[in-house]
Nanobody, 124 residues
Framework: QVQPVESGGGLVQAGGSMRLSCVVS????????VGWFRQAPGKEREFVAS????????YDADFVKGRFTISRDNSKNTVYLQMNSLKPEDTAVYYC?????????????????WGQGTQVTVSS
């Protein structure tokens, strides 16, 4: 069973930084794209960032450009989301997901395996 597991969430002040990790068990992530999504209370889940199988190509939502960076270490079966200059509106549960594709995507349906999420709270 393929299972992404997120970690690294918590409480941070506005302007601060946080790094989320996603460890995938059950198969190697080599060859597969991985994405980060988030869901704030009362809102739909939204795309944050995606990275292709090799890590050469990334695709970011407009609202995170210049602030968040997605990266991967295939030797550790882990994908990271470095978040800088955090804002209160970044408060959400952050999810990691992977699927059968090697290429970046912002579409939920392109991801088959989802983690349980990690809470990120940014205080003003």
């Amino acid at each position: 069973q393929v299972q992404p597991v997120e970690s690294g969430g918590g409480l941070v002040q506005a302007g601060g930084s946080m790094r989320l990790s996603c460890v995938v068990s059950g198969r190697t992530i080599s060859g597969y794209a991985v994405g980060w999504f988030r869901q704030a209370p009362g809102k739909e889940r939204e795309f944050v960032a995606s990275i292709n199988w090799s890590g050469v190509y990334t695709y970011d939502a407009d609202f995170v450009k210049g602030r968040f960076t997605i990266s991967r270490d295939n030797s550790k079966n882990t994908v990271y989301l470095q978040m800088n200059s955090l804002k209160p509106e970044d408060t959400a549960v952050y999810y990691c997901a992977t699927g059968a594709s090697s290429y970046t995507s912002r579409r939920n349906n392109d991801y088959k395996y989802w983690g349980q999420g990690t809470q990120v709270t940014v205080s003003s």
